[in-house]
């Protein structure tokens, strides 16, 4: 999965205005050596863990850094939910290593298609 992500200094769309997303409406901006992502309007559906997952309320906000040192990119996020968090919660930074030849590709994803659509009797996600 990317995202693309404007760095043009927009300023994010009202929260009223947007309708959520699973990754929400990301902005970004550059501190110094570091790119910094902030990110709001995130759907329902959408959990912040890989396994098990944690819910979230509207007004849950993501600060994400990225920063790159040579052929090392570092990553962490900060999840900020005032109405489910008494406090904001920072992930364990993640370090990839990048390749670093120079012909190098990203694979695309693979398309997303729903497989069990004729079986789906509700709209219910959970």
Same mark, same amino acid.
Do not use: C
């Given at each position: 999965?990317?995202?693309?992500i404007?760095?043009d200094g927009r300023? #994010?769309?009202?929260l009223e205005? =947007?309708?959520? @997303?699973? %990754?929400?409406?990301?902005?970004?901006?550059?501190e110094?050596d570091t790119?910094?992502v902030?990110?709001w309007g995130f759907?329902?559906?959408t959990?912040?863990?890989?396994?098990?997952?944690?819910?979230h309320?509207?007004?849950?906000?993501?600060i994400?850094?990225? #920063?790159?040192?040579?052929n090392? =990119?570092?990553? @962490?996020? %900060?999840?900020?939910?005032?109405?489910?968090l008494?406090?904001?919660w920072?992930?364990t930074?993640?370090?990839?290593?990048?390749?670093?030849k120079p012909?190098?590709m990203?694979?695309?994803?693979?398309?997303c298609?729903e497989?069990d659509?004729?079986h789906?009797?509700?709209?219910e996600?959970?």
């Open positions: 999965m990317y995202r693309m404007p760095a300023k #994010h769309t009202p205005d =947007l309708d959520g @997303t699973y %990754t929400g409406e990301g902005i970004a901006h550059w110094g790119l910094v902030d990110t759907n329902s559906s959990w912040f863990d890989q396994i098990g997952g944690y819910f309320s509207e007004n849950m906000r993501v994400e850094r990225f #920063h790159r040192d040579g090392t =990119l570092a990553w @962490t996020a %900060t999840v900020d939910d005032p109405d489910v008494l406090e904001p920072t992930t930074p993640r370090v990839a290593l990048l390749n670093p012909d190098a990203l694979p695309e994803s693979l398309p298609s497989r659509l004729t789906t009797v509700t709209k996600h959970h």
